[in-house]
């Protein structure tokens, strides 16, 4: 046994975490957590955006009358925050794991390249948002 991987202590073997293993393990678990989460929020909000699109096709709304609502309301532009912020730390988990099972990218840079693509997500998408709401 590799005395990397197991360590003798007083009582016999037993397993040891290498250095940096546990944050990797935690780094992960998070990563795992945060994409379910923002998966099911953003279930929520499609379904949400989608009944209001058919709301406003049927109702015959123009696209005055829907930015009108958004300055009416503030809910709505807090609904598309929300949505925001949800895609914003999905689709960046998610293009990691698809990168890193199907392509083997993985390590610091392209973590880096990850988190650029979710700032611009973010601020593109409250950007819209601040513009929608007025």
Known sequence: MS??????SGTGDSAVTPPGAQTGVRAAAW?????RASAAVLAVCVVVHLASIVYAVRSGLSAEAIVARMHANPAWPAFYAIFVVAVAIHAPLGLRAI???WLGLRGFVFDAVLALFALVLLGGGLYAVGALAG
């Open 99 to 101: 990168a890193d099972e």
């Open 3 to 8: 005395g990397a991987r197991f360590a003798a």
């Open 31 to 35: 990563r795992f957590v945060l994409q």
